[in-house]
């Protein structure tokens, strides 16, 4: 098979961890970021995937002395720089597009944001290479990763899987981005996963999520980032962009494209912390 390439969304990760603060467990309780941050624990954790040349980033400009330290591991062809964030959905599809030249349409990718701690690696490593396989076998689907929620949460979005499948790729029935605590409590009654925001697939399937409603602006940023172009080119293109949720926006209103592939216990614990009500875990995550 071939090495999957792995995307790091860096645009969105906060250096100072307020999700943990505000769940108020100390940060020393934490094994994953006792370690390290977790912007480079995630890009550790594309490395036990796929090999170093084929791991990209994505950051906003400028980029500021900790990200370029998280990832200076990095080729700086394998960076792909946002003049400004406009929202996931764009950073997701600046970096399909500056592959695209790069890579054969049937590449898998998976991108992984870094506003997350996990506790066992080895289990989400297992995952992700499992993930990766399934693209390969079927590459028309995108395969988001969810997980077991811990409480009712109000600022993850919510997979509802057609069956309660382990091991197995399911569809998606419906897809909630960030409901209330009280609709929250429903979907995990319903047996709703927490949306990690990992997922994968093709080159060619993940750009065709896009259409065609992002056709103008497709077109506009495949122009701005021609050999011939310059930076300046970018950033007028960023500049007409209205910023765009991938998941809200991009990922609800297409369930018929999605598969779900369940997380097993890994401590997975997001960075960002509910606004009307605690977890019902405690504040560190449980190990598998």
Request: charged share 20%; net charge negative.
């Amino acid at each position: 098979m071939t090495e999957p390439w792995c995307v790091l969304l860096a645009s969105r990760e906060d250096p100072h961890l307020p999700g943990i603060k505000a769940q108020g467990g100390d940060a020393a309780q934490q094994p994953a970021l006792k370690r390290r941050d977790p912007l480079t624990a995630t890009l550790r954790r594309a490395a036990a995937v796929t090999s170093l040349d084929r791991i990209g980033a994505v950051i906003a400009a400028p980029a500021d002395d900790w990200r370029q330290s998280s990832l200076r591991e990095l080729g700086i062809r394998n960076l792909f720089i946002q003049p400004k964030h406009q929202g996931t959905a764009y950073e997701v599809l600046l970096a399909l597009l500056m592959l695209e030249s790069r890579v054969s349409p049937s590449t898998a990718v998976l991108f992984l944001p870094a506003d997350y701690v996990v506790n066992d690696e080895e289990v989400m490593t297992n995952s992700l290479m499992s993930m990766a396989e399934w693209i390969v076998d079927e590459p028309g689907p995108v395969y988001l990763l969810g997980a077991v929620p811990q409480g009712p949460h109000d600022q993850l979005g919510y997979i509802v899987p057609w069956h309660d499948a382990m091991l197995m790729p399911t569809g998606v029935y419906e897809f909630v981005e960030r409901p209330d605590v009280h609709r929250a409590r429903r979907l995990i009654n319903a047996g709703s996963l927490w949306n990690t925001f990992i997922f994968g697939s093709s080159v060619a399937s993940l750009i065709q999520l896009f259409r065609p409603g992002f056709d103008a602006a497709i077109a506009d940023l495949r122009e701005a980032l021609r050999p011939e172009q310059t930076e300046l080119d970018l950033v007028r293109a960023y500049a007409r962009l209205t910023p765009i949720d991938f998941s809200q926006d991009v990922l609800a209103r297409q369930t018929d494209n999605l598969r779900v592939l369940r997380l097993l216990r890994c401590g997975w614990w997001p960075l960002k912390s509910p606004t009307r009500t605690r977890p019902t875990s405690p504040a560190v995550p449980d190990r598998c």
